[in-house]
């Protein structure tokens, strides 16, 4: 009894590691790339091919970012609150205007393909209007994040439930279920990994887009930083600035990778539902 137990252990600690061994040597090309390319940045302005004034070397950088992080740090958190504001919102509003352009064919006809080339618009020809109806307060700036966040989770959505096969629907009607039912339960759990596709393509420029924002026209936050940082042509506090964005998007996109993975379970489950058998 005690052996089996011991083995049935065994058995699920095998796949885990095995699992976690796969993902290392997966992302261990990424991390040697990452390494040698910063290796050779270094030794290129070290040895002066490059201006320091042009391109600051990652070993300043760093300086520079652990230096002032105290004053860093405040703008980091303004930023951070406009882009996980506007980002949930930005969901939230893209899934339902893409629900609602879905259910109306007059709608959809008449307003997707302004939607679609809405997510051609440059942020910077339309940031003044917002600053004029919105001011420099953190609330505009959630606005803009919200707004240009929007545009390719609504898009998503619709192609979404536009490629849901219809034998779904024919399958749970002839079950008994609304069609409200059949949206909410069915249509959109089989669109769900579309969506995700569009909420990764916002998650991606979120928090650049409220830096973006910022830049033209705030009080606080990591583009008035980049723009100090400009001004004063102190080149690795751009740089710092900069990694700083990098990084908390990394952070938001592992984050919805996380979330797709806790309430879709695998995508490779979806692609191969025989895999585990």
């Known amino acids: 009894m005690a052996q089996s137990h011991v083995q ?6 095998w796949p885990l590691s095995h699992k976690l061994k796969s993902v290392c040597i997966k ?5 040697i790339t990452v390494v040698l390319l910063l ?3 270094e030794a290129w302005v070290r040895l002066g091919h490059v201006p320091s004034t042009m391109i600051a070397a990652p070993s300043e950088i760093a300086q520079a970012t652990v230096e002032t992080w105290p004053t860093l740090w405040p703008a980091t958190k303004v930023t951070l609150l406009e882009g996980s504001v506007g980002f949930l919102l930005a969901v939230a509003c893209g899934i339902l205007i893409g629900i609602l352009l879905y259910c109306s064919r007059i709608a959809n006809a008449a307003l997707f393909p302004l939607l679609s080339a809405a997510q051609t618009m440059p942020l ?6 917002f600053l004029i109806w919105f001011g420099f307060e953190v609330s505009g700036k959630i606005v803009i994040v919200t707004v240009f966040g929007l545009f390719p989770i609504a898009v998503q959505t619709i ?5 849901v096969p219809q034998f779904y629907s024919d399958v749970a009607l002839t079950c008994g279920a609304t069609r409200t039912w059949t949206l909410w339960h069915v249509k959109l759990r089989v669109a769900a990994r579309q969506i995700y ?6 998650a991606a420029y979120i928090f650049a887009t409220a830096a973006t924002a910022e830049y033209l026209g705030a009080r606080k936050g990591l583009g008035i930083w980049l723009q100090a940082a400009y001004n004063s042509f102190r080149t690795p506090l751009i740089f710092s600035a ?3 964005i990098i990084v908390i998007t990394g952070i938001l996109m592992c984050l919805v990778n996380l979330s797709e993975r806790l309430l879709l379970g695998p995508a490779d489950a979806d692609a191969d539902p025989d895999a585990d058998q």
Request: hydrophobic residues 45%.
């Open 242 to 244: 900069t990694l700083v």
């Open 197 to 202: 596709g569009g909420i990764r393509v916002s």
């Open 124 to 129: 910077i020809s339309i940031a003044p209007l």
């Open 159 to 163: 192609r979404g439930l536009e490629a």
């Open 8 to 13: 049935q252990s065994q058995a699920g600690q």
């Open 39 to 41: 290796f050779v940045w």
């Open 27 to 31: 992302r261990l090309p990424t991390v």
